[in-house]
């Protein structure tokens, strides 16, 4: 038997062993995430602020890093505040937005509902 084999053959044993004590206390399985981390409460507010223009203004949270506004299920922007100007609608129609808030990591962290407004002339 070389150096290598009895090496091969100590690990492969020692790992056996280790496997055994995890599934006898529990362990050694599949990892299943049961459930996500939970998502602070943001609120949300929609003003029409001009002939085609929304505010969106909402609540902060101090794990936030960024927030991704997000209108009708796409990305608008991405910024720092807490309020953006939406000068992009259209008279007659309606529009949904959210808010997401991530932490530095990139995670999200807080989200609002989503909220909608129609454009009325």
């Given at each position: 038997m070389t150096a290598f084999?009895?090496?091969f053959l100590l690990r492969?044993?020692?790992a056996l062993i280790i496997s055994g004590s995890l599934a006898a206390c529990g362990g050694g399985g599949d990892v299943t995430v049961?459930?996500?981390p939970a998502v602070a409460p943001l609120t949300l507010a929609l003003t029409r602020v001009g002939p085609e223009a929304v505010q969106v203004d909402w609540?902060?949270?101090s794990y936030v890093a960024s927030f991704q506004v997000v209108r009708d299920g796409y990305?608008?922007?991405t910024v720092t505040t807490t309020s953006l100007v939406d000068a992009s609608v259209l008279v007659n129609e309606t529009y949904c937005y959210q808010v997401q808030?991530?932490?530095a990591a990139?995670?999200?962290v807080a989200a609002t509902s989503s909220g909608c407004i129609t454009i009325i002339p």
């Open positions: 084999t009895r090496s492969s044993v020692a049961v459930a996500s609540s902060d949270d990305p608008l922007a808030g991530y932490d990139g995670q999200l």
